[in-house]
């Protein structure tokens, strides 16, 4: 097992790889009374193309079918309700599809070890049929229906699409009603039997516990299989800068909404010190203390301040998403444009959100589900989360113009609105 | 958990823990909810958290948390039983975690946000007030853009019409408008000289530099007393439409009259009937029956209301709500496995027991207890839960009764062209 240690953090990580390929994570936090686990596979709704285990050439399956997979996941062949399983023994149990990765986990103050293995257990047990296939197009049907009311769903994705012409992140992560009813039951078992496999598995614990107590539940819990090589995936080739610089849905909003896109010409997700320039950029720009948020919020362009974030887990996608309401979203946008090409800001600024970053990323440590949900969601994209205290600090006037050109340009723009007729 | 009075009134209190890396500070201020108190205060919560005399913008006020190491200052309004609460909280990372010390500073800043706002010749700034009605009434108006809330508000209007809980958490535009920088000032110094307050820390705080620092604030000694909700003669309907996919059924129901001893019981009765994911509502409409993405139940204990919710398709209104009424039905016929019981009790202890990592839950969950007069901790109620019976949910739930069925709904969908 390997033990780093953060001391100015004061925290430690314990980590080793079991013999089928699983990575373990653990931390414990001594007093924790909330133990929190999760077991992710690095298979998201980007991962529509690629060759399946024991095969030799790339298929392409339907859009939706991780989330999808998701889903059946949980049923039981016994016909056992793994939520009741979770129940019984006093845990609370979820999971999630995102871009890159499925996510699995529960969080309990009590039976730790119970509910680990049944964690594994239940993710390592699939059962798909015909029957119970078609049951869940009826639901995950409606849960579809529910985020195309969902204006801001809508206005996310639209931007995504006005940025991507054809990596799949462009997609909507339940896919459509159509894809869906394309998926079968073989299809679930080749993507299961091809991402489900250890080698592409992740497993993170976070709680008051002895690491090796919990890899002996965990060593003992994972079904025995060979270790495999990489999957090999494809995506295809995105070209350089936004598809459409603008688009627009109607859908019932007291005051219309928008997302503004800014496509990252250079991703480079893994890498800590650019997230963490990207992040220190959009809180000078646009944080609460900005000259330009401030001016949309005075001039009642924007009704309060908007909101920023930077997605980066992979190589080949990364975004600034800039959102908020406005009764004017197309002067709000290009404002917005504006400040980020010039990217202005002095010395003060720049130390003032090093160390309101700094602080901020604090947050994550205090409770041990989100502790829980960061490291995994870090593990599972290849990046490291204990990284970036030291990035924020360490982030210069120079890294800051740099990206700022790489990513701020009016080629790299789409704005999405979302409003009534 | 540690309690001091102040000599001012005020109740300090003070859950003490060094596993985090944050502290934080909360002001709960409590006045008896109507229309017009949410309306004041919930502007007010946020022409406070926008300057004060030292920093009088909110650019300023920003910058000044960023400076102290990106501490998080909330101010807002909080709707529980009868009482409508003012809240200001600061969370800031611990000394220990940082280059300087700052927790003196903190505890300062928060202060000066209660006692030295930014205020001219009696009144607030005008510019201020004015921007903050704007965004107050256009929040009110984007409800209607998240229709599981919005479903959720509209039933309790038409529930509770003519009762002072109809009033919503942030009050009403008509109420906001009336409101100017003059006026909000003197219910500004109202709340000072005329509530309840209490402050809350928690984490590794600097407790000995509060009681001094907050040993000049005013307090009375009661909270605003709760009536529970009497029920309407006869159970209203009221359907909607709208242009949606997806229909919101909301359902209100009367609890039985009950005092704070039955309080674990009700939990353990909502637990089983849709408050958790063992629930008879998740597991049978939502799971066995396929008829919803979701289907749950919320209580207002003290008010005594309880909501069961649920997404449907437009044509299986009917259908769902006999549903949730047989669930309730076989819980009062004792239909009730051992089970169920099980894990609705295990759900609840799980919750519970975990509050000890989550200081700003625990103080919320406090501070609505203080208002209902409950004196147990949580720690107390994990053990009380254990202990409800099958007989006593049976018992609480024949007194459970439906009062309103609330329908949002698509509107009529013309028939294609051939």
Avoid at chain 1, 58 to 84: C, R, S, W, Y
Wanted: glycine letters at 6%; proline letters at 3%; hydrophobic letters at 35%.
């Amino acid at each position: 097992m390997n033990t780093i240690k953060f001391d100015k953090l004061d925290e430690t990580l314990y980590s080793y790889e079991h013999p089928t390929g699983v990575k373990v994570y653990m931390v414990s936090k001594p007093g924790f009374a909330k133990f929190s686990a999760s077991f992710s596979t690095h298979f998201g709704s980007i991962d529509n193309t690629f060759v399946p285990i024991g095969e030799s050439e790339m298929i392409t399956v339907p859009d939706g079918v991780a989330h999808f997979l998701e889903h059946k996941v949980f049923e039981q062949e016994d016909g056992g309700n793994v939520f009741e399983m979770f129940g019984r023994l006093g845990a609370s149990a979820n999971a999630y599809t995102s871009f890159n990765m499925t996510n699995y986990y529960f969080w309990a103050t009590d039976n730790y070890e119970e509910n680990l293995k049944t964690l594994i257990n239940f993710v390592q047990a699939p059962y798909f049929t015909k029957e119970n296939v078609a049951k869940e197009q009826g639901i995950i049907g409606q849960e579809i229906g529910m985020y195309d009311d969902d204006p801001n769903w809508r206005c996310y994705f639209n931007m995504l699409q006005g940025l991507y012409s054809e990596h799949p992140v462009r997609l909507d992560i339940a896919g459509t009603v159509d894809s869906i009813s394309k998926i079968t039951d073989e299809t679930l078992y080749k993507c299961y039997n091809t991402f489900y496999h250890p080698s592409n598995m992740y497993i993170c614990v976070v709680g008051d516990f002895e690491p090796e107590k919990i890899a002996a539940v965990i060593d003992k819990a994972l079904k025995p299989l060979e270790k495999e090589k990489e999957i090999p995936r494809s995506y295809p080739e995105e070209p350089q800068g936004a598809v459409t610089h603008k688009v627009l849905q109607k859908l019932p909003v007291s005051m219309p909404i928008f997302s503004i896109g800014f496509k990252d010409s250079k991703p480079a997700g893994k890498s800590a010190p650019r997230r963490a320039a990207v992040n220190v950029a959009l809180q000078m720009l646009f944080g609460a203390s900005s000259q330009c948020a401030n001016e949309l919020y005075d001039e009642k362009i924007t009704n309060g301040y908007i909101g920023c974030d930077y997605t980066a887990e992979e190589p080949e996608y990364a975004f600034v998403e800039i959102s908020g309401e406005s009764e004017n979203p197309e002067e709000a946008g290009k404002r917005i444009l504006e400040t980020a090409k010039k990217a202005e800001f002095t010395d003060e600024e720049l130390e003032a959100a090093k160390n309101a970053l700094y602080g901020a990323s604090m947050l994550v440590f205090e409770d041990s589900e989100r502790y829980m949900q960061n490291l995994s969601k870090s593990v599972t994209s290849g990046q490291d989360m204990f990284a970036m205290f030291d990035a924020y600090m360490n982030v210069t006037r120079e890294d800051i113009e740099k990206i700022c050109n790489e990513i701020f340009s009016d080629e790299n723009y789409c704005i999405s609105i979302v409003k009534n007729s | 958990m540690e309690k001091v009075k102040l000599k001012n009134g005020v109740d300090l209190y003070y859950n003490k823990s060094d596993k985090f890396k944050t502290w934080s500070a909360g002001i709960y201020i409590y006045r008896p909810l109507c229309d017009k108190e949410a309306s004041n205060n919930a502007l007010l919560a946020k022409v406070l958290q926008s300057a004060t005399k030292e920093y009088p913008s909110r650019k300023e006020m920003a910058r000044k948390l960023e400076t102290l190491y990106g501490a998080f200052l909330i101010a807002g309004a909080r709707k529980y039983a009868d009482t409508h609460m003012l809240v200001i909280n600061i969370k800031a990372v611990s000394d220990r975690f940082l280059p300087k010390e700052i927790s003196a500073d903190v505890l300062g800043f928060v202060k000066k946000v209660l006692l030295l706002p930014y205020v001219t010749d009696g009144a607030f700034d005008e510019k201020t007030v004015e921007l903050e009605k704007e965004n107050l009434k256009k929040q009110i108006e984007a409800y209607i853009n998240d229709k599981t809330s919005y479903a959720d508000k509209r039933c309790t209007e038409i529930m509770c019409e003519g009762d002072n809980y109809a009033a919503d958490v942030n009050g009403s535009i008509e109420e906001i408008e009336k409101i100017t920088p003059q006026s909000l000032y003197r219910h500004y110094v109202d709340l000072l000289e005329n509530s309840k307050i209490d402050i809350f820390l928690s984490g590794e705080a600097n407790f000995e530099l509060a009681k001094e620092m907050f040993s000049d604030v005013k307090s009375k000694d009661d909270v605003p007393e709760t009536e529970a909700f009497k029920g309407n003669a006869d159970i209203k309907e009221v359907i909607e439409k709208m242009d949606v996919t997806q229909g919101k059924l909301v359902m209100g129901f009367t609890l039985p009259k009950c005092s704070n001893e039955d309080r674990c019981t009700a939990m353990v009765f909502n637990a089983v009937f849709g408050g958790s994911a063992v629930s008879k509502l998740f597991n049978n409409v939502r799971e066995k029956l396929s008829l919803a993405y979701y289907a749950n139940s919320v209580l207002y204990f003290s008010k005594g209301i309880m909501t069961a919710r649920s997404g449907i398709e437009p044509d299986k209104f009917s259908q769902v709500k006999e549903e949730i009424l047989k669930q309730l039905d076989d819980i009062k016929n004792s239909n009730i496995t051992d089970n169920e019981m099980e894990n609705a009790i295990s759900h609840l202890v799980n919750i519970y027991s975990s509050l000890e990592d989550s200081p700003e839950t625990t103080v919320s969950l406090l501070s609505g207890w203080i208002v209902e007069g409950e004196k147990r901790m949580p720690e107390q109620i994990v053990k009380d839960i254990k202990k409800v019976t099958k007989e006593q949910v049976v018992d609480f739930a024949k007194g459970v009764k439906l009062d309103t069925v609330y329908f949002l709904t698509a509107n009529e969908k013309e028939e294609a062209a051939v």
